[in-house]
C-alpha cells in the first residue's frame, strides 16, 4: 500500500515503535529550533545533559520573542543565549533578525528533514515538506542530546484542495475555513497534509501559513508536498541543493479526506476570543477598528507586506486607526526595501516595528479598550493582547490592509479589483543576524545574569495521592490561561520560583498562594486542556507550586508532554460525566498511585471525601510511566545514566 508523506518522513526516521496511529514512536531528529522565551530554560537542561556540543545536523537558537529590554533580564538572556550557542555549536539567530519560523523556512528548512522545536508554531516548515513539530523545551533540549523524540503516530488526514483561489482570498482563508469546520480540537492525533490540484497554485510563503495555522488545530504538524514550487522557493533563496520531490503516493491510504474546493472560499474572520470563532468578514464588516497589524509567524513574509503596499498605492490608511507593520524577518525587511514596499507602506501612514513577535505574545502594542484590533496574528485568546478584555480579530493581510484603509472592518472585495502581485525570482540574502556555530567552543565562558536561576529539583511520585482541587475549569482551557506571557511576566522565563508566582493569575490571582498552602494539589479541566502553545513553564511553574495532577476530559498534545516531563499526573476521566461529581475544594484520594503506573495499570480507583469513588484513565506509554515514577524526565535520565 502507498504511503503518505507523513508515513514517508517517519518510516526514513524510525527508530523505536511501529507506524500504528496513536502508538507511542520515537524518531530521529534532524534538527531543533528554539526561540528565547523557551530557549533559556532548554539550554540550562541541556546543559544538565553534560554534553559539550549539540548532536543534531543543525540547532538553531533564535531571539524573537523577548525583544522589549525594559530593564537588564531580556538583554542578559540574550547574552546567555548567544554564549550557549557558541559554546554548543549551534547557530544564534541575533535579535531583530526575525521570527524564528519565518527565518527557519527562509533559510534553513529542508524537504523531508525532520525539525523539532521549543515553539508550537513550529510546523511552518511544514510547508516546505519538512516533518516540523512542537514541543517542549526538555524534548527540544533531549533532541539536541541526541536522543529520539517521542510521541504518539499520528493519524494523516488528507486534505484534498481542488480550484484557485479568487480575487483578494488568499492562504490565511484556506486555514480559517478550516478552523470554522474542525475547530481548535479538531486536529490533536493529526497530521494534516495537503494534496490535490489546488497545492501547486500555493506559494510556499502560502503554504507556510496553512502550516503554521495547523497548530491551532490542535494538529501535531501540517505538510505540503516538495514539488517546482518548492524548488522555485528554495531557488529564490540561493538555497536549490536543499530541494529534493516528495510527495505521497497516489494509492497512500489517508485516514479521512477533507475537500475544499479554492475557488469557493470567501474572506473569513476569527472573532474574538478563539482562532476558530470563525465567520465570513461580510458578517461582520462596518464594525469600527482602531488598530490593524500584520505580522507574526502566520503572515509577516515578503508577499504579505506587499499585498498591503499594492493595496495602498494611491491609498491611505484611516486616521481612527494604527496600522502597524512587524516584518517576519530582516529578510522581509530589506527586500521590501529594494522593491519599494515600505516606502508605500510608510507614505499610506504605516508603523514600522522591528521584526519580531511583538503584539504576538503581549510585547507592546495592546489595543486601546474597548475597540476592536485586526490583527494577521496566530491566537485571540482572551488578554494576550495586553489589554483586559480585548476584542481580537484574525484575518489575512487582504482584510487587514482593507480595514485600515476604511476604518470599519471591511471585506476587501469591496475595494474594487485586487492588486497584481510580482514576486521577486531572487531574494537578497544576507546571513550577518545569523552567527555560525563555532568548530570548537570549549573555551568559551557561558553568560548568566542574575535573573538565570537553576532548575528546581522535583520528588518522585509519592505511593499514594492525596490532593486537594484547587480549580475545577471548563473546556479548551489555553497555555496563556496556565502560565500567562505578555511583558510582565515573559522576563521571568528563567527564573521558575519568580514566574510561579503568575500560575493562574488570570483566572484566580491567589492561585499561587492557595497552592503553596494546599500542596499537593490537583486542577479539574474540560476537553482539550493545555492547548496553545508549547511553554514547558505552563507545567514546570505548577510543579514548582506543588500541583501533582490533572484531571480533565481530554489533553493538548504538547502540555500532556510537558505535564509528564515535570512529573505532573495527567489523569483523564473514564466516564466524562464524572466532571460533575467533583468541587473545586475537596480533596480526591489516589491509592497505590506509583505501583499502578509501574504496573502499566490502564485505570486507577479516584475517591472523594465522602468515599465515593470512579475510574481515571492512565493513558501512557512505559517511558512515560517510568518518567512519572521517578518524577520528572531529568530524573530519570539521570537515574538511567
Ligand atoms: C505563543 O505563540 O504562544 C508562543 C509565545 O510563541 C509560545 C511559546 C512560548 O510561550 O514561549 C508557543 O506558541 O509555543
Ligand atoms: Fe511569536 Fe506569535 Fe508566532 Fe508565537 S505565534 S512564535 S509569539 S509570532
Known sequence: MGLTITEKIIKNHLIEGDMTPGKPIGIKIDQTLTQDATGTMAYLEFEATGLDRVKTELSVSYVDHNLLQSDFRNADDHRFLQSIAAKYGLYFSRP????????????FAVPGKTLLGSDSHTPTAGGCGMLAMGAGGL????????QPFF???????????????????????IILELLRRLTVKGGVGKVMEYFGPGVATLSVP???????LGTELGATGTLFPSDEVTKEFLKAQARESDWQPLEADPDANYAEIIEINLSELEPMIACPSSPDNVVPVKEVAGQPVSQVIIGSCANSSLRDLMVAAKTLENRETSKEVSFEINPGSRQVLENGDELGVLKTLIHAGARIHQSGCLGCIGMGQAPATDTISLRTFTRNFPGRSGTKNDKVYLCSPETAVASAITGKITDPRDLGPAPQLEMPDQFIINDNGIIPPLEDGSNV?????????????????????????????EDNITTDHIMPAGSKILPLRSNVPAISEYVFSQIDPEFAKRAKNNAPSIIVGGENYGQGSSREHAALAPRYLGVRAKLVKSFARIHKANLINFGILPLTFVNPEDYNSISQGEQLTISGIKQALLDGADTVEVKHEDGSTFEARLDLSERERQILASGSLLNWVKAQL
Not at 531583530?96 to 533559510?107: A, D, K, P, S, T
Not at 553568560?447 to 486537594?468: C, S, V
Open 96 to 107: 531583530g533578525n526575525g521570527i524564528c519560523h519565518q527565518v527557519h523556512l527562509e533559510r
Open 139 to 146: 524534548d527540544v533540549a533531549m533532541a539536541m542530546a541526541g
Open 151 to 173: 510521541f504518539n503516530m499520528p493519524k494523516v488526514v488528507g486534505v484534498h484542495l481542488t480550484g484557485e483561489l479568487t480575487e483578494w482570498v488568499s492562504a490565511r482563508d
Open 206 to 212: 502560502d503554504r507556510a501559513t496553512i502550516a503554521n
Open 445 to 473: 565562558e557561558i553568560i548568566r545574569g542574575p535573573n538565570i536561576k537553576p532548575l528546581p529539583e522535583f520528588d518522585p511520585m509519592p505511593e499514594d495521592l492525596k490532593a486537594t482541587v484547587l480549580l475545577k475549569l
